[in-house]
């Protein structure tokens, strides 16, 4: 049975490459009747009209919302930005603890030329590579946690486009160390932190993470989880008991 994709200069034709292996889209941008990939490549190209009619200042307006309707704008505002490729050097000795202590802070590095990533968008592809750091960290901390994960990840750190990652969640307050990837694309970015329990990526143009899933686990430990649902149930018991005390 014939299947229907958008082309690349924006007309609806037939997918001519195996199930799976078509560059042009995935599952849910084929279609098995020509109508609906029309429909989807008007939908595509007002998308596409409309980003075209807008300043640059208004693509990143519209980038900094923290939805999956952003994504869009991300996507864009990169493609006008991606020639900054200048990047500054990186070195173990010079990281301070304090610039991971704030929900949000972080930093994308590349050990193979030892360089602070700044384009695209950083996203984890690897959760069995996280680690899950609790509480601040001193200067010392720091430089030796950064030190033994890439000693330890190197063969994987050194494979072309991936990079190490730091960012301290908001929503947990654990500093994470990872294996990330660079894509161009923040939908496909969205994409494999679902795949992977990711709680978000890293868009360097608008210097924010973006959310995903606020309740991802990947690289807690047990401990931490079992140490935060105990949290959880004492606060539930504590709640029960005021209100308990408040009916009688």
């Not at 143009?205 to 047990?222: C, H, L």
Request: hydrophobic share 25%.
């Amino acid at each position: 049975m014939a299947k229907y994709h958008v082309k690349k200069d924006g007309t609806p034709g037939v997918c001519h490459a195996q199930e799976g292996n078509c560059p042009l889209g995935d599952s849910s941008q084929h279609f098995s009747n020509i109508q609906d990939a029309q429909d989807y490549a008007d939908k595509i190209n007002e998308e596409k009209a409309e980003l075209s009619s807008m300043n640059t200042e208004e693509v990143k307006s519209r980038a900094l919302e923290d939805n999956e309707n952003g994504d869009k704008y991300r996507t864009e505002l990169y493609n006008r930005l991606s020639n900054n490729t200048e990047r500054k050097e990186f070195k173990l000795k010079e990281m301070k603890g304090n610039d991971f202590n704030s929900g949000n802070s972080g930093a994308s590095i590349s050990i193979n030329d030892n360089s602070y990533v700044n384009n695209g968008f950083a996203v984890s592809p690897y959760p069995e590579y996280s680690k899950a750091i609790p509480g601040d960290v001193t200067d010392e901390q720091i430089q030796t946690e950064v030190d033994n994960y890439i000693k330890e990840h190197k063969d994987v750190l050194e494979k072309p486009n991936h990079i190490l990652g730091l960012w301290r969640s908001p929503y947990d307050n654990n500093l994470y160390l990872d294996v990330s990837i660079i894509s161009k694309d923040a939908s496909e970015a969205r994409e494999i932190s679902k795949k992977e329990d990711q709680q978000a990526y890293f868009d360097f143009q608008t210097g924010e993470a973006i959310t995903v899933d606020k309740n991802a686990t990947s690289g807690q430990t047990q401990e931490n989880q079992d140490f935060d649902k105990m949290k959880e149930e004492i606060k539930n018991f504590e709640y029960k008991k005021f209100n308990d005390i408040i009916k009688t």
